[in-house]
């Protein structure tokens, strides 16, 4: 058996890379995350473990590797799924009471059956806020997942993809796939120390993904690498092969947008970026500085139209919240969604013109470049002062998903890296963005730039 410690913080690629080479196999390394998931459920982590699936694809793996015909580079590799997917034998809850006791699905979803495809072992279904709709993470039914980088305050784990993050940073499991509306992959990967790609829209099946809202919901991986997020790209699309290559440092341009996203920096998070900065610069990227005023445009259309994820939220829930069932439903939840009621015809047409807008003069403006930012101001808020005041909870919450909000309105794909540790050994993060439909250039400049700052 190889030690635990060597297979709680490999990456996905470094497990498969493992059973390859015979240092280990697919049920040896299967029955050591089951085991662990079990122990994350009590924590709030995992809400299904599902032992007969995961033993029954790991035993299936190791024939496939006897055999001499393993699927590729993560067959074996375990994975967990953010409770949105629906996962054969299991009830999709969406992180809700309401749909606690709801029948178990009958059929894989796509993204879901693409991994099985790929070799993958699932372990099971994970936490999130309720119906994903928020960027701290907190879930008064199932409870909240804790982030594992304070043993003494209790802290968000971040949001939505809350049980996704922490199952890979208290080592769960290698990788697991969450989705992405407002920032719930690249939150929580900045608050739990992660990688976390938001892959552009429409390029992974949302098919049987339990909804928040139909336009800009996206599905993405939490992964400890980079290597681990192309990989996972691969095998939710059921691609074999990849375009994506690292690129030449020499030829990254980075554009830091002077506006919006530093307002209310913490100064470690700042700092943290600088020296991020500096060092891509050292290594041959060029770095313009300047004001991005697309991002005061999207704010001020937001603020005169409302959210068009509030729109669409509302549009998925109003049975609940407009009847009887809504006091059932956490109330920070619901507040956010019945901000999509308040919103008129004419302000739901207004956000979708001036987004078609906004996203072509995005593209105008990086023309080739990347964008560069903290991911989130802050590192990991506290969870108490949260629980006691709903008006400090949305407006941190607002702050928590403001830079990566950007980036789901103007249709990027993003790549969030750790970018370092504040004083109290909390993660900070650095968000490289793209226009949507980029994505294999992100990647291929990510696998670049996290070889650069592993250095720094």
Known sequence: MIDAETLSRA????????????????????????????EAKEQNV??????????????????????????????????????LFDVAGSPTTAGSALLRDTAAVQQDAPVV??????GMICLGKVNLTEFAYSGLG??????????????????APGGSSSGSAVSV????????????????????????????????????????????????????????????????????RGAVASAVRRADLSSLRLVVPESVAFDGIEDAVAANFERCIDRLSAVGASVERRRFTLFEEVEAVTAEHGSLTAAEAYFVHRGRVDGADCAKVDRRVVAR????????????????????????????????????????????????PLEADDELFHEVNLKTLRNTML???????????????DAKGLPTSILFSAPGGCDEKLLSDGLAIESALSEV
Not at 16 to 25: E, H, K
């Open 46 to 83: 995992f809400l299904c473990v599902t032992a007969a699936r995961a033993k029954r694809e790991a035993e299936a793996s190791l024939k496939r590797y006897r055999d001499g015909r393993a699927l590729g580079p993560l067959d074996g590799v375990p994975l967990s799924w953010k409770d």
């Open 113 to 118: 059956a693409n991994a099985a495809a790929a």
């Open 407 to 421: 980036g789901n309105f103007l249709a990027t794909c993003g790549l969030a890296l750790p970018s370092g540790c």
């Open 169 to 236: 940073a208290c080592g769960a499991n290698p990788c697991s796939i969450g989705t992405d509306t407002g920032g719930s992959v690249r939150i929580p990967a900045a608050f739990n120390g992660l990688v976390g790609y938001k892959t552009s829209e429409r390029r992974v099946d949302k098919s049987a993904v339990f909804p928040l809202s139909d336009t800009l919901d996206t599905v993405g991986p939490l992964t400890r690498s980079v290597e681990d997020a192309v990989l996972l790209d691969m095998a939710l």
């Open 337 to 384: 969604i019945l901000g999509g009621k308040r919103m008129s015809s004419h302000d739901l047409i207004s956000v979708l013109r001036q987004r078609s807008r906004l996203i072509a003069a995005f593209g105008r403006e990086l023309d080739g470049a990347l964008l560069a930012m903290p991911t989130v101001a802050h590192t990991a808020p506290e969870i108490g």
């Open 138 to 155: 907190l879930n008064p039914h199932y409870g909240t997942p804790a982030n594992p980088h304070d043993q003494a305050v209790a802290r």
């Open 11 to 38: 990456t996905a690629a470094g497990i498969g890379r493992l059973i390859a080479g015979g240092v280990t196999d697919p049920v040896e390394v299967a029955e050591y995350f089951l085991g662990r998931a079990t």
